[in-house]
T-cell receptor, first 114, second 111 residues
Framework: DAGVIQSPRHEVTEMGQEVTLRCKPI?????LFWYRQTMMRGLELLIY????????DSGMPEDRFSAKMPNASFSTLKIQPSEPRDSAVYFC????????????FGPGTRLLVL | EDQVTQSPEALRLQEGESSSLNCSYT??????LFWYRQDPGKGPEFLFT?????EEKEKERLKATLTKKESFLHITAPKPEDSATYLC????????????WGLGTSLAVNP
């Protein structure tokens, strides 16, 4: 299996621009998670989906952030408009359906907003 | 509030010098304690899950243990390739999908 795939790996943009991050989970996994990682706050869960349906978006910082999962093999995290404080590494992870299943992470997208 | 605290923040060892990393938790109804390894520029890589106090798991030079208050990651005779950040995370009975993460221990092993 190819594992969780994320694109792009690096993104540099200017404040105010729209940013779209993409994720392909491991085939057969029912859960998909979006995380943000910074030095100060570590890993923060933004939102997670079960069978393409958003279950908990309480970690989404504000309305500028949105996430979709149109099918079982694709999800996007969009930031519009982007701000310098959004600079971080964004990870996508997926897991199976069992209780307390292991989450498997993608390589991440390093975002820099100037 | 559920919390996971890791110590030390950073650790430098000589090759072959064994040590332990600590993960203390206050997670109500802990159902699982996860250990991950993260290399620079990469995503966290799963190492172990521990489900109950007294449980131990091993992989090569790593051994993870769990008590009712904390978990340890013991590293025996480390090698430079063990250098990485080690993250632990807990999961409680209330939500079996939301991991509660520590900030990690950055380990450097010098040859």
């Amino acid at each position: 299996d190819a594992g969780v795939i994320q694109s792009p790996r690096h993104e540099v943009t200017e404040m105010g621009q729209e940013v779209t991050l993409r994720c392909k989970p491991i085939s057969g996994h029912d859960y998909l998670f979006w995380y943000r990682q910074t030095m100060m706050r570590g890993l923060e869960l933004l939102i997670y989906f079960n069978n393409n349906v958003p279950i908990d978006d309480s970690g989404m910082p504000e309305d500028r952030f949105s996430a979709k999962m149109p099918n079982a093999s694709f999800s996007t995290l969009k930031i519009q408009p982007s701000e310098p404080r959004d600079s971080a590494v964004y990870f996508c992870a997926s897991s199976g359906a069992g209780l307390w299943e292991t989450q498997y992470f993608g390589p991440g997208t390093r975002l820099l907003v100037l | 509030e559920d919390q996971v605290t890791q110590s030390p923040e950073a650790l430098r060892l000589q090759e072959g010098e064994s040590s332990s990393l600590n993960c203390s938790y206050t997670v109500s109804g802990l159902r699982g304690l996860f250990w991950y390894r993260q290399d620079p520029g990469k995503g966290p890589e799963f190492l172990f899950t521990l489900y109950s106090a007294g449980e131990e798991k091993e992989k090569e030079r790593l051994k993870a243990t769990l008590t009712k208050k904390e978990s340890f990651l013991h590293i025996t005779a480390p090698k430079p390739e063990d250098s990485a950040t080690y993250l632990c995370a807990g999961i409680n009975a209330g939500n079996n999908r939301k991991l509660i993460w520590g900030l990690g221990t950055s380990l450097a092993v010098n040859p």
